[in-house]
């Protein structure tokens, strides 16, 4: 079966996101600098359809982390700026017709929507039963492959309170972003981890933890 | 001339103290955590004049941040639990009668008091007409040599928002504290940083910075 597990770029004072997030801004004011390093990088450029881009240390994490990959979950605020109800529903995502998933993609939320199918694999549904719910949903569907958390960083704290991540990666980037949305905030000294691998890049550490037992 | 510079061991969610910091936790409820890496190496004993201690990537980098540091500033808080004025002056540290500074400490406080000359060649000066001043001071007994900024976090933000730190080692524990004193708070966006080194060690992972002028 498979794992649980999140990655996410985290500025050296520890955000996510920047502040004030909103639709010109949807990784926060400073955020965009966290996703630098991946964007100028080819292993996230082919995983994105996008010609290009450097090969250095980054490449293999950047391979890795989407690897092995069959399902996704994420919060309502990563899956769009919308809050309450949907309205129209012609809001369905920030990735266009061919997101990058390309596997089912489970977002929390408390309004219920039907699937919206997509282009390349990706399919997103609305999980409004919590989620404990979601996730056993998003294991169904991911069968031996692994269930990766998107973000964001409230989505992620719930995840790893209720003790379902296995693993995951934090990208540091040599950057204070000064406010916003901190990755880790509010978890106790009850979860235990071990870090398992330290990578230097161009621009950014990456750091690979596990959760122990 | 020398630089300033500090080093810290911090947990993955940012901070280098625990809460409720007393003379009973000098580093707050869980943050002797934080230290258990350092204690049980050869390169922090040998520099407590203590035997014995393990020999690993940890070792290179706990002789380097002692390497070349001819004066230290600190936080008054960092020198002990009395606030206010010095009482009878019986406090004199927490370090005994041989500190393992072995150079001029100025120690930043509102409250004058005469110098303290210890065994060692460890000296506590105190530092009442601010940062600047106190900088100043220790870059003068410094001579060639670097400054070295022991903590606690606050002293950390001062040095670094006022732009006097050249480069700095995080020392990334793996654990959560989930409260206390974080290391990063309120630096802006304008303080730019640059990752100069990664070193992945058993139980912390070594990151160094330097400040981008």
Redesign the interface.
């Known amino acids: 079966v498979g794992k649980v597990r999140f990655q996410l770029s985290m500025s050296?004072?520890?955000y996510v996101a920047g502040p004030n997030q909103s639709e010109e801004h949807p990784l926060g004011e400073?955020g965009e600098?966290l996703h630098e390093w991946a964007i100028a990088n080819v292993g996230w450029r082919r995983a994105h359809r996008l010609e290009g881009g450097e090969e250095n240390a980054s490449t293999p994490v950047l391979e890795r982390v989407a690897d092995n990959v069959g399902a996704v979950i994420m919060g309502r605020n990563m899956f769009g700026p919308v809050r309450g109800g949907w309205g129209d529903g012609s809001w369905e995502g920030w990735w266009g017709d061919d997101p990058p998933f390309h596997v089912p993609v489970f977002v929390l939320t408390h309004h219920a929507r039907g699937a919206i199918q997509k282009d390349g694999g990706t399919s997103f549904h609305f999980a409004t039963d919590g989620l404990d719910s979601a996730l056993r949903q998003a294991r169904a569907a991911a069968g031996e492959r692994d269930v990766s958390i998107a973000g964001g960083a409230s989505t992620v704290q719930q995840c790893l309170r209720a003790g379902h991540v296995d693993e995951f990666d934090?990208h540091?980037v040599?950057?204070?972003?000064?406010a916003g949305e901190?990755l880790?905030?509010?978890?106790?000294?009850d979860?235990?981890?071990?870090?398992t691998?330290?990578?230097?890049a161009p621009?950014?550490?990456h750091?690979r933890?596990s959760v122990v037992r």
Chains 1, 2 share one sequence.
């Open positions: 050296l004072d520890g400073g600098q934090v540091v040599p950057v204070f972003l000064g901190r880790f905030d509010g978890l106790g000294g979860l235990r981890i071990e870090v691998e330290t990578i230097g621009g950014v550490t750091l933890y």
